[in-house]
C-alpha cells in the first residue's frame, strides 16, 4: 500500500509486529519531496511513536482481524473469549487484557484483535453496566456538591460514586476513564 493511502486506524505491519495509525499528516514543503508523518500504536505492547515516510514509498498491511467474542472466564494466566457462532474458545494471556480486566463480566461482549491467529489484544465496550457489591453509606448532611465515595463493582473494580448511590445499585461506568456516569434501574 502507497504512504498516500494511510489513513486513520489502518493496521500496518513494521519488522514484523503490527501497529495501527493513531493520527496522520501529509506534508508537501515548498522545496523537497512531501512526505507522510504518522504517529504508530504498537498492538502489541500498546507504545505509541512516530514514524515518517518519504512519497511513494509504500507500507505492508497488517494481518490483523478483529472479532466480536463473549467473556467466558479466567483461567490461571489466560481469560477465555468464547465466539458465540462457532464455540470457539481463544484464551489471552492476562497481560494482553491489561487494565481492562478489572471492568470484565461474564458475558461481556468485547472485540479481540488476532495477529496471525493470536490474541494479541482485547477492546472493551465504552461503558459497561455493573452491580455494586460493597459500599459504605452515605453520612446524612455531607451533601457537599459533588462529593463521591468509594464503591467496589462485582469485578473487584473501585470506583468513585456519588454520596446517593447504595449497595446492590446498578451503574454505568466508562470504561476508558474507570469513572461512574450514571445510575441504571434493572
Not at 493513531?22 to 514543503?29: A, D, L, Q, R, S
Not at 494481518?63 to 481463544?90: C, K, L
Not at 446492590?168 to 461506568?173: M, P, T
Request: cysteine-free.
Amino acid at each position: 500500500m502507497q504512504t498516500t493511502d494511510i489513513r486513520k486506524g489502518l493496521k500496518i505491519q513494521l519488522d514484523g509486529t503490527p501497529f495501527a495509525i493513531v493520527e496522520h499528516t501529509f506534508v508537501k514543503p515548498g522545496k523537497g519531496q512531501a512526505f507522510t508523518r504518522a504517529r504508530i500504536k504498537n498492538l502489541t505492547n500498546g507504545n505509541v511513536i512516530e514514524r515518517t515516510w518519504k512519497s511513494g514509498e509504500s507500507v505492508e498491511i497488517a494481518d490483523v482481524e478483529e472479532r466480536t467474542m463473549t467473556y467466558s472466564w479466567a483461567e490461571s494466566d489466560t481469560y477465555v473469549f468464547m465466539e458465540t457462532a462457532t464455540g470457539e474458545q481463544i484464551h489471552v494471556e492476562k497481560d494482553k487484557v491489561g487494565d481492562a480486566a478489572r471492568f470484565l463480566t461474564e458475558g461481556l461482549d468485547v472485540d479481540v484483535t488476532l495477529f496471525n491467529g493470536n490474541a494479541i489484544g482485547v477492546e472493551l465496550p465504552n461503558t459497561v453496566v455493573m452491580q455494586i457489591s460493597n459500599s459504605e453509606p452515605g453520612i446524612k448532611g455531607d451533601t457537599a456538591s459533588g462529593a463521591t465515595k468509594p464503591a467496589t463493582l462485582s469485578s473487584g473494580a473501585v470506583v468513585n460514586v456519588p454520596l446517593f448511590i447504595k449497595e446492590g445499585e446498578w451503574i454505568k461506568v466508562d470504561t476508558e476513564t474507570g469513572s461512574y456516569l450514571e445510575r441504571v434501574n434493572r
